[in-house]
Nanobody
Framework: QVQLVESGGGLVHPGGSLRLSCEAS????????MGWYRQAPGKQGELVAV???????NYADSVKGRFTIYRNNAKNTVYLQMNSLKPENTGVYYC?????????????????WGQGTQVTVST
């Protein structure tokens, strides 16, 4: 199995920065895509950013130019650098990993999720 552990959330003023980290552990040979989703109070969860193995990256329109996602494949870790934060970026951020192959090159059928980390942007 695979476990995802996130860190880096917290309280920040508008205009501030935070960096989220998510490390995947377990029987892992490769991970096709790692990304971040946000669940804001009273709203549907949404994709924030995702980075694929080949380098392709997707961002929500609302975070383009402010957030950067990057991976360290050797450490099975994904990061989300969030700059110029706004109150509307508040929510619980969940790390997601999919398309994982274990050390015997077998594919896991399901995605894996972290436990979530709270990000609050407020004065």
């Amino acid at each position: 199995q695979v476990q995802l552990v996130e860190s880096g959330g917290g309280l920040v003023h508008p205009g501030g920065s935070l960096r989220l980290s998510c490390e995947a552990s377990g029987s892992i040979f490769s991970i096709y895509a790692m990304g971040w989703y946000r669940q804001a109070p009273g709203k549907q969860g949404e994709l924030v950013a995702v980075k694929h193995n080949g380098g392709r990256t997707n961002y929500a329109d609302s975070v383009k130019g402010r957030f950067t996602i990057y991976r360290n494949n050797a450490k099975n870790t994904v990061y989300l650098q969030m700059n110029s934060l706004k109150p509307e970026n508040t929510g619980v951020y969940y790390c997601n990993a999919r398309g994982i192959r274990d050390r015997e090159r077998r594919a896991y059928e399901n995605d894996f999720w972290g436990q979530g980390t709270q990000v609050t942007v407020s004065t």
